[in-house]
């Protein structure tokens, strides 16, 4: 079983920039594809990005795309979400995923993830 832990999260201005981390521990890091969904109040928890076990695919949310960059340290067990370009839309509870591939991530939204992370804030003021 996988442990994931999210830090980075906080208060931004819009157009400002954080990068989140999340923490793996407890199983085969490399076994899995990351990736990062975040819910907003009232929302769904919608699909942000996701990389592949080896880091040599990824997939964006069109929302985010051209602002976030998401990268893996296999040697450190770590995945990380650069945020650029904040906008308050951003704001919301980001979540650490673990699930066994990129594009069923990607493609199969929430319900295709096997572990979850508890989630940090992001808050993105006008």
């Known amino acids: 079983q996988v442990q994931l832990v999210e830090s980075g999260g906080?208060?931004?201005q819009?157009?400002?920039s954080l990068r989140l981390s999340c923490a793996a521990?407890?199983?085969t890091f490399i076994s899995y594809a990351i990736g990062?969904?975040?819910?907003a109040p009232g929302k769904e928890r919608e699909f942000v990005a996701v990389i592949s076990r080896s880091g040599s695919i990824t997939y964006y949310a069109n929302s985010v795309k051209g602002r976030f960059?998401?990268?893996r340290d296999n040697a450190k067990n770590m995945v990380y979400l650069q945020m650029n370009s904040l906008k308050p839309e951003d704001t919301a509870v980001y979540y650490c995923a673990a699930g066994k591939g990129a594009t069923s991530?990607?493609?199969g939204g929430?319900?295709?993830v096997d572990y979850w992370g508890k989630g940090t804030l992001v808050t993105v003021s006008s």
């Open 36 to 39: 990062w969904f975040r819910q």
């Open 25 to 27: 521990s407890g199983g």
């Open 69 to 71: 960059t998401i990268s």
């Open 110 to 112: 929430p319900t295709s």
């Open 14 to 16: 819009a157009g400002g």
């Open 105 to 107: 991530i990607q493609a």
């Open 10 to 12: 906080g208060l931004v």
